[in-house]
């Protein structure tokens, strides 16, 4: 499977894309959307990665790097220098081409290009707790759950966080936590890293 760099000659079948993705959702909730100018804004700052088929853009995925004076930037979630924080954006995938795993390859793509600018050491991005999907994506790509918090205007999101010059530990106490115990995780998961998905539970350590 061949990736693209997306340019500002493919927004508009980035826009289509997402309308196409959307309405096939039927919880609409777990799909942040973008606007025109947020794609504008990634394909400028150059990492996307695209997948054609028969000259239609059948998947998307790209990284985002935030302004450094943003309000809710999410370097300051896990206490690291927001200059070198890159954010996991947005996946994107037609629903007649699910189950070939494109999301996590663009995602691993995308990692290698963010390795190879050697401009940033941690990337981030945000889960709705019930989006196992998603959840499942991350944990594949080495993200682990630093603490679940209301963001984006009371929205419930898991914060996860990819280093890429070091490596988290998994060496003290576990515990295994049902995906939807909200409670715990907004009181007590901040003391713990979440670190893979076992069916319907996430397997906790302590920080």
Not at 2 to 27: A, H, I, P, R, W
Not at 57 to 66: C, D, E, G, H, S
Request: glycine residues 8%; proline residues 2%; contains cysteine.
């Amino acid at each position: 499977m061949n990736f693209v760099k997306l340019t500002k000659n493919d927004v508009d079948d980035m826009c289509l894309l997402q309308d196409s993705v959307y309405e096939f959702l039927e919880q609409k909730e777990v799909l942040q959307k973008l606007t025109r100018e947020e794609f504008e804004k990634g394909v400028e700052q150059g990492y996307t990665a695209g997948v054609f088929v028969d000259g239609q853009l059948v998947a998307l995925r790209t990284m985002y790097l935030p302004d450094l004076d943003e309000e809710e930037h999410l370097a300051d979630d896990v206490g690291v220098p927001r200059e070198r924080s890159i954010y996991s954006e947005i996946s994107l995938v037609h629903p007649n081409h699910r189950g070939q795993g494109l999301q996590t390859k663009m995602g691993e793509f995308l990692i290698d290009q963010v390795k190879g600018s050697g401009d940033f050491d941690y990337i981030f991005s945000t889960v709705m707790p019930s989006n196992l999907a998603s959840l499942k994506d991350k944990f594949k790509l080495g993200f682990k759950i630093m603490r679940t918090r209301l963001k984006y205007n009371g929205k419930r999101r898991h914060i996860l966080y990819l280093p890429l010059e070091s490596e988290l530990k998994a060496d003290n106490e576990m515990i295994k936590v049902k995906y939807d115990n909200y409670d715990w995780m907004m009181n007590d998961g901040q003391n713990y890293i979440g670190w893979k998905l076992d069916g319907e539970f996430i397997e906790y350590y302590k920080k």
